[in-house]
């Protein structure tokens, strides 16, 4: 089989690509171990996705925003950040701007089926479900992937988009920056007694972090890091007692608290490819930067790579030219990393001095929230940089 572009991952940020280059005369094939229903009917995975205002821009572009029901749609008003037992808080709002909310929050579930039905939906695209990469190669001429069940796919250009523990990355034999906080992360809702006002909280306690995502009435998604043994001893106990315990972890912010979902635990791994590109080859969404959760920037980043890829791609191809130059990849590349880099190193930093424990670690940690809430220009920036939008 013979395409244009064949792209190895089937999650939101192949599926996004596949729907942007869909339909522009380039045939493109998607990839995916999973079965197509999988796909198709994505299950709850615990994760809420926090979109920028780019991002959503991206969606609607796609015709993926309207395919997303209403009710897996939450405002972001304002965000706050809390430190050990003080009450103080840092806080990020729209002061001062046009737009009345930080972002809004989607459910990844949701956000994963609208954007396998744009994709589907494409002229050009073909999906491939169900199937291993056996083995892959890449030339000066392009790209030949190997399947489990023995078909062969060639075409002009790569895409990896396989998760931050990318195969095809490291089959295209490139590095990653690998970081790993030696902390489980457990994702779940719940309902609460008392109302959030839209508010996400991000309290870096001592000895556990927990964020509360603001969901639609008196529900939020709860983000727990914890060391692995602590994590074991949560996971095993019943609903009843998991509500009691987070509400008691949490103290009492909101109130009572009772699970309304499964809970499900990733380990907290950060991963930086070490180059975007290869001969005939490119990463894209976690397969290139594969974010730590507290700045919630992972996903905005795959919307954004994918569209910059699939802009410079479309462009070449409507004038003819090969979509798969060294050029056009480094250029890609370049962008992407200039994007992507300042906030990832940002992002670990912040990590690593907001989980220390000692003397000194906790009087940072203190001083850089009352500075941050001081210092108006640098606060409008980040501001600007959780929205992606340029505001006032």
Not at 90 to 116: I, M, P, Q
Not at 154 to 163: I, Y
Not at 178 to 186: A, E, I, L, P, S
Not at 215 to 223: E, T
Request: proline share 4%; with cysteine.
């Amino acid at each position: 089989m013979r395409f244009d572009v064949a792209i190895v991952g089937g999650g939101p940020a192949g599926l996004a690509l596949a729907s942007s280059l869909g339909g522009s005369g380039l045939t493109v094939a998607v990839i995916e171990q999973q079965p197509e229903p999988a796909l198709a009917e994505a299950g709850f995975d615990g994760r809420e996705i926090a979109l920028t205002h780019h991002s959503q821009a991206i969606l609607k572009a796609l015709g993926a925003w309207d395919l997303i029901p209403e009710d897996s749609i939450s405002p972001l008003r304002e965000a706050r950040v809390l430190n050990g037992g003080s009450g103080y808080a840092l806080r990020f709002d729209t002061s001062g701007r046009a737009e009345s909310e930080l972002g809004k929050l989607v459910s990844n579930h949701s956000l994963r089926r609208a954007l396998y039905r744009t994709a589907i939906d494409r002229p050009g695209v073909t999906l491939l479900a169900g199937t291993k990469v056996l083995s892959l190669s890449t030339g000066l001429e392009g790209a030949e992937v190997t399947l489990a069940n023995g078909e062969k796919i060639e075409a002009r250009l790569l895409v990896a988009a396989d998760s931050r523990f990318s195969r095809a990355r490291e089959a295209l034999g490139i590095a990653a920056e690998t970081r790993d906080f030696g902390k489980k992360m457990m994702v779940c809702r719940l309902r609460h007694e008392a109302p959030h006002q839209g508010v996400a909280t991000e309290w870096f306690d001592y000895g556990q972090t927990i964020a509360m995502l603001p969901l639609n009435g008196n529900y939020s998604s709860a983000v727990i890091t914890l060391p692995p043994d602590e994590m074991a001893a949560l996971e095993a106990m019943d609903e009843a007692d998991f509500g009691v315990e987070l509400a008691r972890r949490y103290r009492q912010r909101l109130g009572a608290m009772t699970l309304v979902s499964s809970r499900h635990v990733y380990p907290l791994v950060a991963v930086y490819a070490e180059r975007f590109c290869a001969s005939r080859a490119v990463l894209i969404g976690d397969a290139a930067v594969g974010m730590h959760p507290v700045t919630a920037h992972g996903f905005n980043f795959g919307l954004r790579g994918q569209a910059a890829l699939a802009g410079l791609v479309l462009e070449a191809h409507a004038a003819g030219r090969d979509i798969g130059t060294p050029h056009l990849l480094r250029r890609y590349a370049a962008g992407h990393r200039q994007a992507t880099r300042p906030l990832y190193l940002a992002t670990n930093a912040t990590a690593l001095i907001f989980t220390q424990e000692g003397p000194g670690a906790r009087l940072l940690r203190a001083a850089a929230l009352r500075l941050g809430n001081h210092l108006r220009p640098v606060q409008q920036r980040i501001v600007s940089q959780l929205m992606e939008s340029r505001g006032a």
